[in-house]
Each structure stands twice: as C-alpha cells, then as structure tokens.
C-alpha cells in the first residue's frame, strides 16, 4: 500500500486536498466545531509561500471575529508582500475593530505609504478600488478625519497618474466620508481637478446617480 501510487480520480491529492481542507474547515466553522481551526489552515500548508492564501484566511478570521489570529496571518502576508499597502490598510482595519485607534492611523499611513510608491514607479500601479476600499475603511472606522490630510494628496497623485480612469468609486467613497454635501462637492472638485482629464471626470460625476442634484 505505501508504494502504491494514489488515484487521482479516487483520491484527493497534491494542492486539492488542501484546498478541500480549508473549505471543509470553513463549514466546520458554520456548525461551530473547534476543529475548523486545523483545517481552514490547509491552503497554507499547501503553499506556504503563496500570499494569497494568509489573505484569505485572516479574512475568515476577521468574519469569525478573531482578531489576533487574523493580524498574525496579515503579518506574514506582509512579509510575502512587503510593497503591498493594501495588507496594512487591512491590517489597520482589524486594529481599529479591536478599538486599537492609534495603531490603526499607524498602518493606514504605512499603506498610504506604500501606495504613493507605487504610484510614482511605472504603470501607477494602485487600482482604483483600493482606494476607494481605504477610504470606506478609513470613514467606517472614525479616522478619516484623521488621515484626510494624508489620503487627499494620494488621491489628487492617482488622478494625476490616471487621470479619470475608474475614479468615480474613488470620489464618491470621499464624497461619503466629507463631513457634509458642501465639502464633499468640493474635495471632489479639488482632487479631480488634479488630472490631466478634469473635464470629463466632472461630467461623469455630474451624471452619477449618488450625486445630488442640489450638488451637481
């Protein structure tokens, strides 16, 4: 038996045992079995360099509310990954659940950081919807007063790197954040105007539905 060969039309083996360890340790989770620890795990052991796979499971943590355990695996993202801002917003994200506020604002401008880096390299490598994801996280946590100061010169850098290109998320996620129609109008206004296509990235506003027509 040892030296026969496993059937892989029988037998699950390689990198799909453990990819249907972790789906089996989720559901072990939704009939709250303490065993969905050992399993959700099985992605990693599989490909223990793979970033992606720390991600996704401090994700499942995040959802299960295990903080401690989420940030761990963040961090050894952040090791895989170590110019990926977005770990650090979500790590940011978690700390602030954990009520950790001033630790919080230090990851989110280690991600800002890190995403005006990459804006200045080649390609403005940020997609937009990380962006719009910071400030959400940023609005939803209480500090985005306090990282306004940081976060608008990053997006007016985006706008001038891309121009319009998948800003709309962008703007409204400001827009939702401003402390009123007023100042959100005219934060749009400000980091818009920064692109070489202000023009036509202000008409799409104008015909977004989130707008109100009293701020168009």
Not at 18 to 32: P, V
Not at 52 to 64: K, N
Not at 103 to 117: F, Q, S
Request: glycine share 10%; net charge negative; charged share 25%.
């Amino acid at each position: 038996r040892l030296a026969a060969k496993p059937d892989a039309n029988r037998q699950l083996i390689g990198g799909d045992w453990f990819e249907y360890a972790g789906h089996y340790g989720e559901l072990l989770q939704l009939a709250k079995d303490p065993a969905a620890i050992d399993f959700v795990v099985g992605p990693i052991e599989g490909a223990g360099a793979v970033a992606r796979h720390y991600i996704e499971l401090a994700e499942l943590y995040v959802d299960w509310g295990e903080f401690d355990r989420a940030l761990v695996e963040y961090g050894q993202a952040a090791q895989l990954r170590p110019i990926d801002g977005s770990i650090h917003a979500a790590m940011a994200s978690v700390l602030a659940l954990q009520g950790k506020q001033a630790e919080a604002v230090a990851e989110w401008r280690t991600g800002i950081g890190m995403y005006r880096d990459a804006l200045n390299g080649p390609g403005g490598g940020v997609p937009a919807m990380r962006l719009a994801e910071l400030i959400d996280d940023a609005n939803r946590r209480k500090s985005f007063a306090t990282l306004e100061p940081e976060i608008t010169p990053l997006v007016r850098q985006y706008a001038a790197v891309n121009g319009g290109y998948e800003m709309s998320a962008v703007l409204e996620a400001g827009y939702r954040a401003a402390a009123n129609a007023e100042k959100g109008t005219a934060w749009i206004i400000d980091v818009a105007g920064s692109g070489p296509q202000q023009t036509e990235t202000l008409r799409q506003v104008a015909k977004s539905k989130w707008l109100p027509d009293a701020q168009k």
